[in-house]
């Protein structure tokens, strides 16, 4: 019998959070299907051999959750049971709120709320069946505090917050955990938007002095997975060097 823990969606795992985490998982024990939408095939490819290294099991899905059907066509392709999700899917939209487009606005509100719904919905099943399951959400400081030129951003994960809390009540009885990682100005190529002097401004707001990692909220979400975190439900873990 395989010594292998269940297998973990993890969505947006082409981008620096996602990645770290599902390499991370895969160190755990866990098998992965790696979800992303444009990523390329060398890079997911090179992604999912880090998985293999550690003898995971490792499939690359593709699917545009910024889509109405995005969650239904993510998960025609998953072809085995899954008693995990991370999800990490969704970038931020910088800007002012009156130059927003109306396809950008729904597209986040569908990469970070409404597909993040539709996958938990089926997936909820099996997990509930199993008396076994754990989903993470990747949220963001800005879902409590909200932040100027990031409204609709802040807005999305405020939802998936709100969600997060909602379903823990539901599905706690079930065995199944639900909470949520809300990291703080982390470098990734998200933040590239950001000029020298701009990233110093940011860095300078930051008690620990310093951005932080993608590996750092990988751990995070790996305690999340752990038996460590047993009794945490509906918990919104902040990863932000003492910013918030």
Known sequence: MSSRKPFVLVT????????AAAVKLAGEGHSLF????????????????????????????????????GAEILLQQVHSPVSG?????????????????????????????IQ?????????????QEKQGTMVFISSI?????T????????????????????????APSGVKVNAVAPGVIDTPMNGIFTGEEREDLVAQIPA???????????AVAFLFSNSSSYMNGHILQIDGGFS
């Open 12 to 19: 947006g795992a082409s981008g620096a959070i996602g990645s």
């Open 148 to 171: 100027a030129m990031e409204t609709v951003y802040s807005a999305a994960k405020g939802g998936m917050e709100a969600f997060v809390r909602s379903l823990a009540k539901e599905a």
């Open 34 to 69: 790696l979800h992303c939408h444009s990523a390329s095939e060398d890079h997911m490819d090179e992604l999912a051999e880090a998985c293999r290294s550690y003898g995971a099991e490792a499939y690359v899905v593709r699917a545009d959750l910024s889509k109405e059907n």
């Open 209 to 219: 002095g310093r951005m932080g990692r993608p590996d750092e909220v990988a751990e």
């Open 85 to 113: 999700l991370v999800y990490a899917a969704g970038a931020s939209l910088y800007g002012l709120l009156q130059d927003a487009e109306p396809e950008e606005i729904m597209n986040q509100f569908h990469s970070h709320l």
């Open 116 to 128: 993040a719904v539709f996958t938990s919905q089926k997936l909820l099943p099996y997990m509930i």
């Open 142 to 146: 800005w879902a409590s505090s909200g």
